[in-house]
């Protein structure tokens, strides 16, 4: 029913940057928290950012803290993460998530358990 399509992933530098993009479609109205995961080879899901739909407040893991931004442009019902000051540690695949529960539910146990909708993953890769 949500569609969510990650893009801009790519091969960077440690210390560089990148943003990646979230384009959501189908029943969009439904969601209400959009989030960012990542996983690493042979590591779990882990979460790195969320935000509310509608009010933009946002809450991050300490690991990204500082270095990463998540924002979303409602119009365009696409979310984004700006990532800089990138670290070899950051490598891994970014995956888009969308929750029909409200942020304020989840917050702070942002698990992937709570998120319904996923996409199919953007490869980031950071070199030393």
């Known amino acids: 029913q949500v569609q969510l399509v990650e893009s801009g992933g790519g091969l960077v530098q440690a210390g560089g940057s990148l943003r990646l993009s979230c384009a959501a479609s189908?029943?969009?109205?439904?969601?209400?928290?959009m989030a960012w995961f990542r996983q690493a080879p042979g590591k779990k899901r882990e979460f790195a950012a969320a935000?509310?739909?509608?009010?933009?407040?946002?809450y991050y893991a300490d690991s990204v803290k500082g270095r990463f931004t998540i924002s979303r442009d409602n119009a365009k019902n696409t979310a984004y993460l700006q990532m800089n000051n990138l670290q070899p540690e950051d490598t891994a695949v970014y995956y888009c998530?969308?929750?029909?529960?409200?942020?304020?539910?989840?917050?702070?146990?942002?698990?992937?358990?709570?998120?319904?909708?996923w996409g199919q993953g953007t490869q980031v890769t950071v070199s030393a």
């Open positions: 189908g029943r969009t109205d439904s969601t209400n928290t």
């Open positions: 935000i509310s739909w509608i009010l933009g407040i946002t």
């Open positions: 998530a969308a929750s029909s529960r409200p942020f304020y539910s989840i917050v702070p146990n942002f698990g992937p358990a709570e998120f319904g909708f």
